[in-house]
């Protein structure tokens, strides 16, 4: 098995601070680094930084505010002093869950066996998703990537066990290794030898007594006697050593995804911008990937509701934006890109201060196998992918397609309409369900048609009446009236009648009602025409040409 540990070192403050974009300034400073110089301080102090506090003293600054020089312990008044703009946040428990859960839900893109573990940590068994994702190091940097669009700060770490890559990750967040993945078991146990003792998840619970004994790495205390390590700190810290070290088994009870998706996020004060409205928006769509990925379910639309900030009595507070493709999709960085077009186009009434995403349309999702000769599927995918963009970029009443039309008319039969991400699939017309012969006596046409037919005959009816006549391939929009010369049409030069007489009456329903007799003519090139005569009249019509 193979493991990685996702630890959020900052989720306790970054589950309840609003989301905000991303600067420069902010992203130029690791966590734990210090402050290298007083040009950083002066760019950051016009900055609105946040910083978890209880009643008398902060307890987990941002980067920002770090930057400035608060620290962990420090009083809140002293903290104001050094960063004027600083927002004091209180601790949320449901919060940080949530946040926890959300985070889990994306990362269940990667792999089922989603695990959540002690210590706002996330565990991810992947030792069958590594080649599917392009390696073991290209996995971290997707896993690391995901939680970051997520909006939250990780560590991580990888081993053959859930613990062990529990204890990389932790060890990486306080800086006291530079090793991130561990692959062969051979190695798992040297590397977690030189680990600090203070990794142990129960050792805040018994102070320095681990110090008091002599004991400060976990190769210390695998060589402590276990009846003594057991009257002392428990059995528990025994069976914790031995599924740490791959040498007992580790049940995980892996998370499981809500029936239906629904993801809400609160914004930081008011977004007015599509750029910004996008970049808050990437948490739930990374979600609901994850969502998509363990119900082996993809979507073809969404609804994001946006709720606005009241600037006017009258002003409404929620809007919707619906966003639907043709091809369903889990793919996130699609998904995003039609997003981000359908937000360009749309004008905020209001500034937005919380949105809410709703997955509605969710179908099942086969995933393309891996061929070495593309099947035609792709080839119709590709088309409609690019027919939802071209709609998205250029707006759906400038992508027309045509649709038939149930009308015998040439010039009504199809129609030039908007470009429609789903259509129904209407029945074709002449064919109804078969039904079971019922069982009644026979009327006075059927007995009279009986009586003609010879004893062992049998009526055969064709499928269709009448077979139908060829249609041009080019349709004049406007039928183009024809003299006669000799009692014979005209067109450049003498039509000569071909076909048999189709008669086509229509469209009194509408006031547009046609009763014409239409004809396939050719001339003394070979060249093929169609053309009618209008049966009141007599007059003649040029109506198509034949390629």
Request: proline fraction near 7%; charge should be neutral; aromatic fraction near 6%.
């Amino acid at each position: 098995m193979l493991w990685i540990a996702v630890t959020l070192p900052l989720l306790s403050l970054e589950a309840v601070r609003p989301p905000s974009m991303p600067s420069a300034s902010a992203s130029s400073i690791s966590p734990g680094a210090r402050p290298t110089g007083n040009d950083h301080a002066a760019d950051a102090i016009d900055e609105p930084c946040f910083a978890l506090a209880d009643h008398a003293r902060i307890l987990l600054p941002d980067l920002i505010a770090f930057r400035l020089g608060v620290r962990p312990g420090s009083t809140r008044s002293h903290a104001f002093a050094l960063a004027p703009r600083l927002t004091l946040l209180a601790v949320d428990i449901s919060e940080e869950q949530r946040a926890l859960e959300a985070v889990a839900l994306a990362l269940l893109v990667f792999t089922p066996k989603v695990v959540l573990a002690h210590a706002n940590t996330v565990l991810l068994e992947v030792s069958g998703s590594t080649r599917l994702f392009g390696g073991l190091r290209a996995l971290l940097l997707k896993v690391a990537s995901t939680v970051k669009g997520c909006g939250f700060t990780s560590r991580l770490g990888c081993a053959p066990t859930a613990w062990g890559a529990w204890l990389l990750a932790h060890a990486r967040t306080r800086r006291v290794t530079r090793r991130v993945r561990i692959v062969k078991e051979t190695t798992l146990l040297r590397v977690l030898d030189a680990l600090p003792v203070s990794l142990v998840p129960s050792a805040e619970s018994h102070g320095n007594v681990f110090e008091q004994i002599g004991c400060s790495t976990l190769a210390d205390l695998r060589r402590l006697p276990r009846k003594g390590v057991a009257r002392r700190f428990g059995q528990g810290i025994l069976q914790w050593l031995a599924q740490a070290y791959g040498q007992a088994p580790d049940p995980r009870e892996v998370f499981c995804a809500p029936a239906s998706f629904e993801a809400r996020l609160e914004l930081q004060a008011r977004v007015d911008s599509a750029e910004a409205l996008l970049f808050a928006a990437r948490r739930l769509v990374l979600q609901l990937a994850g969502w998509l990925s363990a119900h082996h379910a993809a979507v073809s639309g969404f609804a994001l509701l946006l709720e606005h900030e009241l600037a006017a009595r009258n002003a409404p507070k929620t809007s919707t934006l619906q966003i639907a493709w043709a091809v369903p999709t889990r793919d996130a960085d699609h998904i995003l890109w039609l997003l981000r077009e359908k937000l360009n186009q749309t004008t905020l009434i209001a500034p937005v201060i919380e949105m809410k995403l709703l997955a509605d349309k969710v179908s099942e999702h086969t995933p393309p196998s891996d061929t070495l000769f593309p099947m035609p599927a792709s080839d119709n995918e590709s088309m409609a992918k690019l027919l939802e963009r071209l709609s998205a970029r250029l707006g759906a009443e400038n992508v027309v397609q045509l649709v038939e039309r149930e009308d015998h008319r040439p010039e009504a039969a199809m129609t030039v309409e908007p470009y429609q991400v789903a259509r129904d699939a209407r029945p074709k017309r002449g064919k109804k369900p078969k039904e079971a012969p019922a069982e009644a006596a026979p009327d006075e046409e059927q007995e009279m048609e009986a009586a003609d037919m010879e004893p062992g005959e049998q009526l055969e009816l064709p499928d269709l009446a009448v077979p139908s006549q060829p249609r041009p391939s080019w349709i004049l929009e406007t039928p183009q009236p024809l003299k006669l010369r000799n009692e014979r049409p005209f067109y450049r030069r003498p039509l000569k009648l071909i076909s048999r007489t189709e008669r086509i009456e229509a469209g009194w329903w509408d006031g547009n009602g046609v009763q014409r007799d239409y004809y396939v003519a050719s001339d003394d090139r070979g060249r093929m025409f169609w053309l009618y005569r209008e049966r009141l009249s007599g007059a003649w019509f040029l109506h198509g040409f034949f390629g």
